[in-house]
């Protein structure tokens, strides 16, 4: 009963955030008479209580031998499963710390940029009321609607730059896109082999 469970959830790989994976795996079981009121909580529930088990039953077979025994089909589906689960926690632990560490380095730029072109806006106005209302006379002729206020050009200053990041930071996911297919890619095919090398022994130790 736990190698079909086990064998579909290799198969479906059910550990996206969603949950939606489990439900899949629970889906696809309940053809099967022993399964047919399986729910997804369950298969989420045994998958990690065997989980947990194998690695308590290898720690003390370690321990006690100082070496692995022979592994059953049953263990190395689990070695498998942990081998996929752990490197989608990884991929996703990674992933949120470069998110933040981003937002970080971006919000302090912002801030920098901000004080900046504060500081740019108050010389300029300290400029102007310098010169006072006797400046020459090519400043009357420009209407006093058209001339732009500091607040204006803080606003265009900010909102050019935060324009600007948005597209690097666009730029960026996309390359990340890439990159994260073409490491699923090369996972899937690695994991495409070790299926068929587990087949191929469930299919001899059958005979």
């Known amino acids: 009963m736990d190698l079909h469970l086990l064998r579909q959830v290799l198969f479906d790989r059910p550990f996206e955030k969603s949950g939606a994976g489990w439900k ?3 889906d696809s079981l309940r053809c099967i008479e022993q399964f047919s009121t399986l729910e ?5 529930e045994r998958t990690n209580l065997l989980i947990e088990q194998f690695k308590r039953t290898q720690n003390i ?4 031998s100082g070496e692995e025994e022979e592994l059953t089909e049953k263990d190395h589906l689990l070695l498998e499963i942990i081998g996929i689960k752990e490197s989608i926690e990884n991929e996703e632990m990674g992933e949120k ?8 380095v971006e919000q ?3 801030a920098v940029e901000i004080r900046a072109a504060a500081m740019e806006s108050r010389k300029r106005k300290q400029s102007e009321d310098a010169a006072g209302p006797s400046s020459s006379s090519s400043e009357d002729v420009v209407p006093s609607s058209k001339k732009k206020k500091p607040n204006d050009l803080l606003l265009e200053l900010v909102i050019k730059r935060q324009v600007e ?6 730029a960026e996911l ?3 896109r890439q990159e994260l297919a073409l490491e699923r890619e090369k996972f899937e095919a690695a994991s495409a082999e070790r299926n068929a090398f587990l087949l191929l022994l469930h299919k001899f130790s059958e005979k």
């Not at 997804?40 to 989420?44: G, N, P, Q, T």
């Not at 710390?97 to 981003?102: D, E, L, N, R, W």
């Open 24 to 26: 899949r795996v629970a």
């Open 40 to 44: 997804a909580r369950r298969v989420r």
């Open 61 to 64: 077979q370690q321990a006690k």
């Open 97 to 104: 710390s470069q998110k933040k560490k981003k937002d970080e």
């Open 108 to 110: 302090r730029k912002r």
């Open 165 to 170: 990041k948005r597209e690097e930071r666009l």
């Open 174 to 176: 996309e390359i990340r």
